[in-house]
């Protein structure tokens, strides 16, 4: 070893020594000095009126109030950022932002967005459909619906070539109507699915992009839980969206579909067919249908009621919750340990998605108050672009904030900001189609934002259906084959995406057929 090479392997350590030293060193003045900060804010809040003339040393309340707009967007979204890219959580970063902000910049009265933004969803009778249908999704999963769909499913189609593909996605367009939570239905097709293909000789990149892609059906089929939120903060009716979300749901499942029994035709040793050994007659079957008679008539049982105006949302969440109980009591695995296991389960959720809302509400609503809507609109609109440049152009933005959040985030902060800008515009229709009615444009965009979501799923490099496949997936499947098997079916869904857009029908035409 010569005297350069000893010099430097010597010099490695103690720089890094020194540079930790300095980042610890940093981390206590920062820490030191925010508690300094804090301090002197709580006796100015203790001890004076945050808003008046007397203060001791120094005071924050109200010092950005001369602020434009523009570099409070820039601040606002800025922080944010910033924040997230630190991993703190969603929730408490926008309400933690959220109230700082309305002390910076406001004054005491406008104290009161925060009370006003909450109470009125604490008061919304829609919501509480969320945690009925997450419960009621939880108790058809410990009924082990999954494996029994499949199991039917995989005996049906399992022999044509990509058969098992075929089936992983027909399976999982079924569960999305029954179940709709998409970590479960993709971690767990991806335990039951994916060694059954693997070991079958299937192309890797087919096996995981038919999990993912079916396994993100649930945000979109009904009864999607985005769907109600969606409903909320749009106003708009839930039974039109689902019943709007229906054929781009089960189109995008007929497309998937379609690529893997082309390709696996095309070339069959990307998805081989079955042994003829392992095969069934028609009548063995015709007798595995039998296990799914249960659910399915619960599921229509649901939508039914919901469809045909019979019960709200939340009336038909209540009764989806009761007969999934009924229907794990019939597969025999009902229990106290098992009620307990989904009630848990169905607050751990619910308590995540209400707090995100609350934290939102708070940050967009001051936003809001601040004249951001305007600025927003007024700049997009400014662009000089046509409605369908901007209607792509929202569409880009949502794309990208799908890499970077989760999907109850994007739409309590975008679909706020987004709906007064898309009511504003006319959509006369793509190369001669049909133009889209005012009435109908909050509704046929609801389905696209749904559609838009489910890509953030399977977008690189932070696309939740990603991670999922990779935490059952074996060793040897690296990440970057993973992303490699998603990008294909993401732009199945971008053309989906564009075929809602360019023939507005796919959305409107089912829920005008229904409600007139």
Known sequence: MNANTMNNSIATPA???????????????????????????????????????????????GSLSDLEIG?????????LLVALMMGLPLAFVTGGLGVMFVYLVGDSAMLNIIPGRIFPMMTNSDLAAIPLFIFMASMLERAGLIEEMF?????????????L?????????????????????????????????????????????????????????PPSILAILYAVVAQQSVGE????????????SGMYIMYVLIRTKINPSLG???????????????????????????????????????????????????????VAWKHKVFSVEALKDASITTARASAMVLWIMFGASVFVGFYILQGGQEFITASILGTGMSAYGILF???????????????????????????????????????????????????????????????????????????YIKGVCPPEISMGTIFKSSLVFLALQCLGLLLCIVFPGIVTWLPSMVYG
């Open 393 to 467: 152009l929202l569409m880009a933005l949502l794309v990208v904030l799908g890499m970077f959040l989760d999907w109850v985030g994007i739409l309590l902060l975008a679909v706020p900001i987004f709906i007064p800008i898309v009511k504003a515009l006319q959509f006369d229709g793509l190369f001669g189609m049909p133009a889209v009615s005012n009435d109908d444009v909050i509704l046929w965009f609801g389905v696209l934002y749904l559609v838009n979501m489910q890509m953030s799923f399977l977008s690189p490099p932070f696309g939740y259906a990603l991670f």
């Open 151 to 163: 199991n039917v499913v995989y005996k049906w189609m399992g022999g044509l070539d990509g058969g």
């Open 272 to 326: 081989p067919a079955v042994p003829p050994e392992e095969r069934i007659t028609f009548r063995e079957k015709v007798l595995l249908l039998k296990d799914l008679i249960a659910p399915l008539f619960l599921v229509m049982l649901v939508l039914g009621l919901l469809f045909g105006g019979i019960a709200t949302p939340v009336e038909a969440a209540g009764i989806g919750s009761f007969g999934a109980i009924l």
């Open 71 to 79: 570099p409070l967007t820039y601040l606002m979204f800025g922080s």
């Open 241 to 252: 969206l689902y019943l709007g979300a229906i054929i781009p749901g089960l189109m995008l």
């Open 15 to 61: 720089s890094q020594s020194f540079i930790g030293h300095i980042g610890h060193w940093l981390m206590i003045i920062s820490t030191l000095a925010f508690g300094f900060v804090l301090a002197v804010e709580v006796i100015n809040i203790v001890f004076y009126d945050a808003y008046s003339e007397d203060f001791f040393l120094f005071r924050f309340a």
């Open 165 to 221: 593909a075929t089936a992983t996605i027909l399976a999982s367009t079924i569960l999305a109507a029954m179940v709709g939570v998409i970590g479960a239905a993709v971690v767990t097709m991806g335990i039951i699915a994916l060694p059954a293909m693997l070991k079958r000789g299937y192309d890797p990149q087919i096996a995981l992009g038919s999990i993912m892609a079916g396994g993100t059906l649930g945000i979109l089929i």
